[in-house]
């Protein structure tokens, strides 16, 4: 079983849509997790950064930890096709260690 | 500022063959980091510097894979003999320590296809 577990999809939305993305965990020493957006053929970029437990909105992303539960959610209001990518989670123990990612769940928003 | 850079973005080796992948990351960013992706997946820690100190190399698949970050800026991966198992796009992240932030930069990755 990996460490984090997350449905690769595809999913496919119409736009305005809201999604809803998540993943499991395994590693109670987990405390920062993270949300990255993969483009193809690009490099991953951070969208939300959350630490332990709780919920952190940034415009029309928010996302929530349930460390009780060891699950994660980030959802994406209003959604636009500009926002067709590949979402993967991503966490660790600790500043500058590794990051242990999900397979990435695979959207697409259509106009 | 200028981000993380990687090159070669492509390289296709033939099997047997040894290469080496560069990797420039955020100027004055202490950490960097390695990961491999293979299709479809998510990435998979390989190797992670701190300066100059390669403080863990646990994700290594094997000795065949070698890191270095000599000067404590610039790091090279390189892949000695080539297999096909070896083909991914191979993606370097630097961090800076300092921030509190512990958010890792990537680059635009090397896509590696050992034929």
């Known amino acids: 079983q990996k460490e984090v577990e997350q449905d690769p999809g595809p999913l496919s939305v119409p736009e305005g849509a809201i999604v809803s993305l998540n993943c499991t965990y395994s590693n109670s020493a987990f405390q920062y997790f993270m949300w990255y957006r993969q483009y193809s053929r690009k490099g991953p970029e951070l969208l939300m950064y959350t630490y332990s437990s709780g919920n952190k909105e940034d415009g029309r992303f928010t996302a929530q930890v349930d460390k009780s539960s060891k699950y994660i959610s980030l959802f994406i209001r209003d959604s636009q096709p500009s926002d067709s990518a590949t979402y993967l989670c991503?966490?660790?123990?600790?500043?500058?260690?590794?990051?242990?990612w999900g397979l990435g769940t695979s959207l697409a928003v259509n106009p | 500022g200028a981000g993380v850079s990687q090159s070669p973005r492509y390289k296709v080796a033939k099997r047997g063959q040894d290469v080496a992948l560069r990797c420039d990351p955020i100027s004055g960013h202490v950490s960097l980091f390695w990961y491999q992706q293979a299709l479809g997946q998510g990435p998979e820690f390989l190797t992670y510097?701190?300066?100059?100190?390669?403080?863990?190399k646990s994700g290594l698949p094997s000795d065949r894979f070698f890191a270095e970050r000599p000067e404590g800026s610039v790091s090279t991966l390189k892949i000695q003999r080539t297999q096909q198992e070896d083909s991914a796009v191979y993606l370097c992240?630097?961090?800076?320590?300092?921030?509190?932030?512990?958010?890792?930069?990537f680059g635009p990755g090397t896509r590696l296809t050992v034929l």
């Open positions: 992240a630097s961090s800076s320590s300092g921030s509190g932030i512990n958010e890792q930069f």
């Open positions: 510097f701190q300066n100059e100190a390669q403080l863990d």
């Open positions: 991503a966490m660790n123990a600790g500043n500058n260690r590794k990051l242990i």
